[in-house]
Each structure stands twice: as C-alpha cells, then as structure tokens.
C-alpha cells in the first residue's frame, strides 16, 4: 500500500464468498470515490472464503492501483465468525479520521450517500450516523433503531414503503436515536477509539447496538439521516429461521443475556414503539 496524503474515511467491508455482491458494492463505492477526491480508503476483512472466484477477486483488487481509492488494504480474518473482532482488526489498521463500516450486501443508489453522512457528523456532539437502507422491493429495512426491553431492540419503520412520511414526518428529517445499524454506519476514529470500539463478547447479534450505547453513554448522539439512501439485501426473514441450529439459539440468549444485563436502565425506560 502506498504512503499517500492524508485519508479522510476507511471504508471497512467484512466479507465471506458471495463474489457477485462484494463487486456489486465495489464498484458502486468507485463512483463515490470519484466524487470524493480519492480520499477514501478500503479495508476489506476476508473471514474465511472457501469461494476461489471471491479469492481471486480479493487477490486482484490488492495488486491493482488502488485508484479512484486512496488505498486498498485487504486482511485476513482466519477464526470463526465474530462480527465485533473483525472490525475491530480492520479499525486498528484504518488511517482514516472517519470509520464506515459496512456489511458486504449494501448496493450504493446515489454516490453522495457518504457526503450526506458526514454532515451531521461534522457536529462535535454527534457519535454515530445511520443510513436510511431499503430491502429491493423498495421497502424500509432500516430508518433507526429503538430500544425494546425483551427483544432488546428493532428497526423504526421496518417495511413501511419507500416514500413514506412517518409520524410527524420522521422519515424526512435527521433523528436523534439510540442506536443505527451497522450494516452502514459511520463514526469517527476518535470516538471509536474512546469507547474501544466493539464488544467482542457479542460476535453475531447486537454489537452495533451495545457500540452505539456505549457512545451515546459518552456523551455523543446518534444520528439517523434519511439522506444517505442505500439498498441492504438482507432477507426480510433473517434471523427468524426456525432452522436455527441448538448452538446458535443458545449464542443468541447468551447475547441478550449480556445486553440485558450490561444496559438494564436502558432498556427498561426505552418508549414503546410500533413499526407500520
């Protein structure tokens, strides 16, 4: 990797296999880039791809010129799936005053989503800033997060459809909330390092939410911009198979045993919300 001027924001993709969406993102992130004086870095996790098409992509993106990118930085993650640790590597590496992550099945629809992301982040009191992200049947997977004292936590307007309003037009407006999916989240480093990141006791489920907690406890706010717009194709019903092994419905519980016992005061006084 090159010695270059000075990095505004690194990118952080954590990926397995899945070649077609990690090129998908790639090269929407170029058109970014292009607008962004090319002052954007790359850091992409591999967590062990057994795809040899998504092996060779990887290994060709590291020995191209990294242009419209500042710099493309690939690593390797060889444990098992742990969602927090991984970016946290990635994080340690980032020379970036800014810190995106995103999960590798984001799709850019407009190349100024990351310039409408940094606009409340340019106020000193904001922590973390949130996208407004839509399943591909252009409906709302994501408008913020709210707390929930049993389930632990949801997405606002879960969805509702594309151009809806909201109540008291919430849709239209930056929000303050409590937490913002890290599916595409953007904070500084700064903040990041202050709260050491993410908790790695949660590997799979709520480590953006316990992040965003811990930065909001900081004395930071959350954001949510519906101004930064993307598409996220997570299935509608992840999460919620009944194929679920023993395993991985015993990890589950002991994650909502940790949020439960690690943000108690929080969850028990969080509003009640509906999701049209």
């Known amino acids: 990797m090159q010695a270059q001027t000075s990095i505004h924001t690194s990118i952080v993709i954590p990926t397995f296999n899945q070649v077609a969406m990690l090129s998908r993102l790639i090269d929407g992130l170029r058109e970014t880039a292009n607008g962004f004086e090319s002052n954007i870095e790359l850091l992409i996790v591999d967590n062990n791809s057994t795809d040899s098409e998504l092996i060779s992509y990887l290994e060709k993106l590291a020995s191209e010129a990294p242009a419209p990118f500042a710099a493309i930085t690939t690593l390797k993650y060889p444990y098992k799936f742990n969602y927090s640790a991984i970016n946290n590597l990635a994080a340690s590496k980032a020379q970036g005053a800014y810190l995106c992550f995103m999960n590798n099945d984001v799709e850019i629809i407009h190349k100024d989503w990351l310039d ?58 930056e929000q303050k909330v409590n937490a913002v999916t890290a599916a595409c989240l953007l904070v500084s480093k700064k903040v990041f390092d202050q709260v050491n990141g993410f908790s790695e006791v949660l590997a799979v489920a709520f480590n953006d939410v316990d ?51 690690t943000w108690r005061s929080q969850l028990a006084s969080a509003q009640q919300h509906t999701t049209p």
């Open 116 to 173: 409408a992301m940094l606009v409340p982040m340019q106020r000193s009191s904001t922590g973390c800033v949130g996208a407004m992200l839509y399943y591909p049947d252009d409906t709302i997977q994501h408008a913020g997060v709210f707390l929930d004292e049993h389930n632990i936590a949801g997405h606002l307007y879960k969805n509702s459809p594309r151009g809806a309003t909201g109540d008291n037009n919430f849709l239209l407006s």
């Open 211 to 261: 992040f965003c907690l811990k930065v909001q406890q900081a004395g930071f706010e959350n954001i949510w911009t519906p101004h930064a717009e993307l598409y996220h194709h997570e299935s509608k019903s992840r999460g919620l198979s009944h194929e679920r092994s023993f395993l991985q419905k015993w990890k589950h519980k002991k994650e909502v045993r940790y949020m439960k016992r």
